[in-house]
């Protein structure tokens, strides 16, 4: 085994600290965004509308990609089709409201994008349509919650 040079572990303190500058100018255009989109929170709030004006299903799914699941979970979590909760994950990822968090194998895990904290999408869906966090019906979620007690 090699030992580290003073030179090298100089050049990786450099490295990691430009990494660390970049990563939080990152963070404050991140921030500035969030902000600016909140701004017009109005015009989004019917652009969110218009994309979940279908019904429930849509908001179910979405809810449902916590970045945990991929289809065959999903499907199975929401007691849905798997051919219904892929067209909707298709749609959804054609709009940019999901995003692939992690891919493993045939296997793909969907998770939402940081918009949906900045414009509150979850939880105005969790309000308009009466869902828990996890996308199911809320009261299904509370009496399942409450037969494990």
Known sequence: MAKTSPTDIDRDQ??????SRIEHRVDSIDQTQA?????????????????????????QVYLAADGTRGVDEIAKHLKMKRPNVSRELKVLF???MLEIADATGRRDIWGRKAID???RISAYLR???GLAPDGREASAAKSKARSKK
Do not use: P
């Not at 450099?14 to 990494?19: A, E, G, T």
């Open 14 to 19: 450099q490295i990691l600290s430009r990494l």
């Open 127 to 129: 309000r308009e349509y």
């Open 94 to 96: 054609e709009e940019g």
């Open 35 to 59: 902000f600016a989109l909140r701004a017009d929170d109005a015009k989004h709030s019917n652009t969110v509308k218009e994309i979940f004006k279908t019904g429930t299903r849509r908001a």
């Open 117 to 119: 904290r900045t414009l």
